[in-house]
């Protein structure tokens, strides 16, 4: 099973900006980013096709958040920016192996925006993020 360790989370006024990495120990089909904040479900927040060029950020961080990646180093990264309070919650990186059959939306996009957290194989630890007003 691929390990996945993030790093990046800390705390930020309203406004400000932090950059989390994710690096995977191994091969992955696609790698995303959820969220959990107290008391609420585990969302989805990002996923990007490894190695590729396929993205998908959710409605309620686009035009602040962007995920990209370095494929050499096995790293994927969450770029947020614009910080609103809403956004403090406990962020988790996870991957999904390749599925036969299944294109990137079934494999990857789809779970994410469904809330179908266990069709992603591999999860880190968490890493914090705290957003004051």
């Known amino acids: 099973q691929v390990q996945l360790v993030e790093s990046g989370g800390g705390s930020v006024q309203a406004g400000g900006s932090l950059r989390l990495s994710c690096v995977a120990s191994g091969y992955t089909y696609c790698m995303g980013w959820f969220r959990q904040a107290p008391g609420k479900e585990r969302e989805g927040v990002a996923v990007i096709r490894t190695g590729g060029t396929s993205t998908y950020i959710v409605d309620s961080v686009k035009g602040r958040f962007t995920i990209s990646q370095e494929y050499a180093k096995n790293t994927v990264y969450l770029q947020m920016h614009s910080l609103k309070p809403e956004d403090t919650a406990v962020y988790y990186c996870?991957?999904?192996?390749?599925?036969?059959?299944?294109?990137?939306?079934?494999?990857?996009?789809?779970?994410?925006?469904?809330?179908?957290?266990?069709?992603?194989?591999?999860w880190g630890q968490g890493t914090q993020v705290t957003v004051s007003s």
């Open positions: 996870a991957s999904r192996a390749y599925a036969y059959g299944l294109s990137w939306y079934s494999s990857c996009l789809s779970p994410l925006t469904s809330g179908r957290t266990y069709e992603y194989n591999s």
